[in-house]
């Protein structure tokens, strides 16, 4: 399966070993990575207005890009997904926006929404199979207890992210079993980190991402694992569970696939 | 050439607002065969009906055309005044110039128009109706109540008593429906048992009911005054006459983990078992899913211990016809699934609970004999927090968007309850609004706040979350503008109800309409509450939308009392516009045979004269005129144009639409 | 706040391009907000005030800042109200004015530290300022 892919600008930076372990996971997977050209940054957050459309385009590009190549569009940032996903979504079904986008972009054939946008997870889950996955893991990790941070953006708003059961979700747990560890479930781990409030407002961010990561801890987590580098900075910048390592779940897959 | 008078009511303002009636009437009087035209302000009114009989009379009319409000409301009553005039009924016609144009309209100029061309097109029917006359039908002495809830054992009860034979059909293997499972019932807190089961014995003691426990209604057909239904009576493999419901074979029953459906699955039932103590009938029934003599032929213990040998393992489903004059639908609710709310922790928690399951947790016969312990670790719990409109008045696609209106009194009582019989709780109850408009109800609301000290707070919960073997209850506070942080040791959620899962399937047997929510649809929402739109059928209970059981009762003895009206009568006057078959016309292709709802067509070889003395067989269709509902479906499905409906013929409607389209 | 208040009230209902009075008033929104208390103004209120054209306190309070949008009230709302992007639409009517950012690019440097990720400086940036 050849997927296009959108990476993200925080994991050119911050996050290159969500996208380094990703990669060489997917290998191993039988899945081809084709990086986007000249990709654009998704702005980060979805725009919530009604008349924003110019926030959007560079997440049409994309679109557009991936429908051109005739392949689906994979993502691994969480906040990146959240945003691919939702304005694809405006494309399909706002004609406002739909209109209003084509019209600046001017293209040939115009685009309404018919690329897929699929996270790495639901690859995983959907096309690779867990099944499959657990299957070619060569170095599971046995007894790991694993707590599974989910976050707000892969989750919510359900009726359009459709990810998984936005308040009890099982994708990741199942991602757990599949590489051989243990899930552990918590009630915080679809509750928010604090996300982008980390930079102004510290202290709210530190006051979430602590219940996050305590509520794991009391549930006998030995770690956690995110798919969100927003998540991953405010655990463990803010979390303030120094005895808790937090993980890019790609890291994990890599190491239980014999490739990290 | 017919003598036609022309009547244009003003209905009030209603219509005369909109529409120019002296003109609508000035110009139908110019139509031709129009001998008599007038307007007047109520056509309804005894005078305005008088006048109509008056001017049939004065210039013979041979056909009238009444421009007033929908044939829905006044067809009938001028049909009657017609005859007594001398006139036959089906010469009167019927302009809607109420509902189809005065109500829909604002421009007077425009509606003046539509109006008299609503007008001619009655008038050109009219020239074409024949007198018909309606037959008659019989009407079967017994009816069907589908469903044993506390709805269908009313119904059956009123009818039996008024001295007529009830069927009632209950797919469970006892009647009682949900109200057997309740603890308390509001706002008088007596057991719900005490009032419920005498009702039970009075059900099965009277001869004139009989129970087909186990059973579901497999097809109908038919009409009013004459259902055939057919029952199927799924093996219990039990003999139902033999079992003296000793009760020996289900303790002795080795299959002891079957997930107990009367106690909401909080605990377990055997393979064989008897619903609950006062069960009717109180016979045993074989799960065949968990029996093991069922599935593999490994066990027989039940058939060893019982004495009466009442056990039959090689039972088969059987099924029952049987002829009815009136059915009524008692199939009741179950409490939604929960989900699409697990935000509430409902399945991450054994603690969090559904309403029901409280009513069982409180409840003598129930799992914990009636202590309330919670459901995890059986400890007394002390800090409760009950949780209102969960599913109900919901547009998200989660839940219902209706109130489930049952939900404010019972989470009272529970809440009152819980305070009462363990003084040592902290009880919450989160509310949106506190519904109580009843006979007592908010007196009985306001009790639990003022005498026993149930904490309501305005506002609702956000989240659930298990913590330590408590429950952390996050939470709005409305009134204090605040976020509450509750370490509970239960949540109750009191979810939204709905239809139970047969109602759908039940609906398209009785071809009786129903609302998007699956709740059968009444005739009339104020005036005719209780009997559907498909003539002989009524409605009982939560099938018609969400009650109590006090609400409950009364709408069940009104279906009842409409019910008698129905089977006392001998006969039934049949609806004359009935489709017809030109057999001279007919290929015997089948279409009409396939498309007809009601059965009502058959086909015969017959023998028809061809030149130079020969005849040939061919296969031509005929119509029942006592079964034919008059829908028309099969004038459509004819391809050579030999089915015709009386009344309202081909001819007739195309006359209408000329005169429209002139 | 030179616009009137009542226009500001519609501008910002524009903006969101939902319709406040779906709103019944169950307050599940905030009881789900996790940045509740950080709020002078909450999630049911804002709807409420966005309603009622009583927006002028609303915008001068800090509390629309407080919002992580983490979508918990627009995923529990039983009645599609979608709250998160009504005070989404504040912040907008008001960083649209000249001068209004609440994120000046001076007040950023001392905030970073060596390992936040680009994400969370473009999200402030297109949360805070326009």
Redesign the interface.
Known sequence: MVYSYFPGCTLKNKASDLDLYARKSAEVLGITMEEIEEWQCCGGVYPLGANETAPKLASVRALVAAKEKGQDLLTLCSACHHVLKRVNNDMAENENIRTKANNYMQLEVPYAGETKVVHYLEMLRDVVGFDQLKAKVVNPLKGTKIAAYYGCLLLRPSKVLGFDNPENPKIMEDFIKAIGAEPVIYPYRNECCGGYMAMENKELAKKKSSTVLQSAKENGAECVITACPLCMYNLKVNGGVDDLPVYYFTELLAQALGVK | MQRIGVFVCWCGSNIAATVDVQQVADELAKEPGVVYSTNYQYMCSQSGQQMIQEAIKEHHLTGIVICSCSPRMHEATFRKTAAAAGLNSYMVEIANIREQCSWIHKNKEEATEKAIILGRAAIAKVHLNAPLTAGESPVVKRALVIGGGIAGIQTALDIADAGFEVDIVEKKPTIGGKMAQIDKTFPTLDCAACILTPKMVDVAQNEKIHIYSYSEVESVKGFVGNFTATIKKKARYVKEDVCTGCGLCTEKCPMKKVPNEFNQMLDNRTAIYIPFAQAVPKVATIDPNACMMLKNGKCGVCSKVCTAGAIDYTQKDEYIEQQYGAIVVATGFNTIKL?N???F?Y??SPDVVTSLEFERLMNAAGPTGGTLLRPSDHTHPHTLVFVQ?VGS???????KPYCSKICCMYTAKHAMLCREKYPDTEVYVFY?DVRTPGKNFDEFYRRAVEEYGVHYI???????????GKL?V???D?LA?D?LLIEADMVVLATAIEPDESARSIATMLTASMDTNDFFTEAHPKLRPVESPTAGIFLSGVCQGPKDIPETVSQASAAAAKVIGLLVKDKLTCNPCVAESNELMCNGCSACEKVCPYGAITYSDKEFRTPYRTTIMRRVASVNPAVCQGCGACTVACPSGAMDLKGFSTRQIMAEVDAICK | MEKNEKELAQLIQEISGLNPKKCMKCGKCSGACPAFHEMEYHPHQFVDMVDRGDVNRLLESKSIWMCLTCFACVERCPRDVKPANFIEAARLALIRQQGCNHLKDEAVPPLLDEEMPQQAIVSAYRKFKK
Do not use: H, T, Y
Request: aromatic share 2%; charged share 25%; glycine share 12%.
């Open positions: 989900d709310f697990d935000e922790a399945s991450q409109c008045r919901d547009i998200s696609g989660c839940g949106i305005k506002g609702m919960v956000g989240k659930v979350a298990p913590k330590d952390m996050q939470a709005s409305l503008n976020q």
